[in-house]
């Protein structure tokens, strides 16, 4: 009998991982009953503010350590980041959503705004321009999955505008709020950074792309792609944000649950 299929397929031990970084299909042909896998799903991470303006939000994350799978073909959607703001009176986009079938759904991450309006609510809130609002985390828990999202930061006093919110933690004046470190591949990797706001440079840690200085008058750096990063916001001066990074789904089993006691796949080793 086949072992199951899709992603991007690696082994840690007697482990076996799927690494989803685009949209397809996750077939298991069967799975040992009372078995369980480690599900992670990380949403697209919200475009930064233009003009001065916010990071990014963040990727919604869920995270299931002992998810009772079966057998079946379930669909994965990978969600791609949001695009930078291109006019100050327009935020950065959401990021799309990530799923696993129906079962697990993370929230696409929050636009960053400009001075001119309040940040979007995402997966992670995206950071306001000075003297705006920012955005919220709607990340819900689902299905027994844990959920990682916070809000963006309120922009201050001119010039400062907020940091997109982490799935570790809220942005800030100063930086895009922290991601979460999660070791489903392996190895601890850092996911969900919120994008860093126009003068604080500074993005999440998990893939948070870098907001403009006034040094460097530029656009807002991109979110790393697959980590779910926010944007960083751009420059004053009609400078765009940077985009937001993508999301990614992993799965995690113990290789032996998805062989038949009766198999033969052994049978030549």
Do not use: C
């Not at 001119?158 to 922290?178: D, L």
């Not at 950074?193 to 998990?206: R, T, V």
């Not at 530029?218 to 940077?242: K, V």
């Amino acid at each position: 009998m086949a072992l199951p299929t899709g992603g991007t397929i690696t082994t840690d031990g007697l482990y076996t991982v799927h690494k989803f970084t685009s949209s397809g299909n996750f077939v298991v042909p069967y799975f040992k009953a009372g078995a369980t896998a480690a599900v992670l799903v990380v949403a697209g991470g919200g475009g930064g503010g233009s003009n001065g303006g916010g990071g990014g939000g963040a990727g919604g994350i869920l995270y299931h350590s002992g998810y009772s799978l079966s057998s079946g073909t379930f669909t994965i959607t990978v969600g791609a980041g949001g695009n930078g703001a291109t006019d100050r009176n327009a935020n950065g986009t959401n990021g799309n959503n990530s799923s696993f079938s129906t079962t697990f759904v993370a929230y696409g991450g929050g636009g960053g705004s400009s001075s001119s309006l309040n940040a979007s609510n995402g997966g992670s809130g995206g950071g306001a321009g000075y003297g705006k609002t920012a955005g919220s985390a709607t990340q819900n828990s689902q299905n027994g999955a844990t959920a990682y999202g916070n809000n963006g930061s309120n922009g201050g006093a001119y010039p400062a505008s907020g940091g997109g919110g982490g799935a570790g933690g809220v942005g800030t004046t100063s930086a895009g709020g922290v991601g979460i470190a999660n070791s489903i591949t392996g190895s601890s990797v850092y996911y969900g950074g919120g994008g860093g706001a126009w003068q604080s440079d500074l993005g999440g840690n998990g893939g948070g792309g870098q907001g403009a200085t006034t040094t460097n008058s530029s656009n807002g750096s991109p979110g790393t792609a697959n980590t779910g990063g926010g944007g960083g916001g751009g420059a004053e001066n009609d400078y765009d944000g940077g985009k937001g990074g993508s999301g990614v789904l992993i799965v995690r089993y113990l290789t032996t649950d998805a062989i038949p006691a009766s198999s033969n796949f052994f049978a030549f080793f």
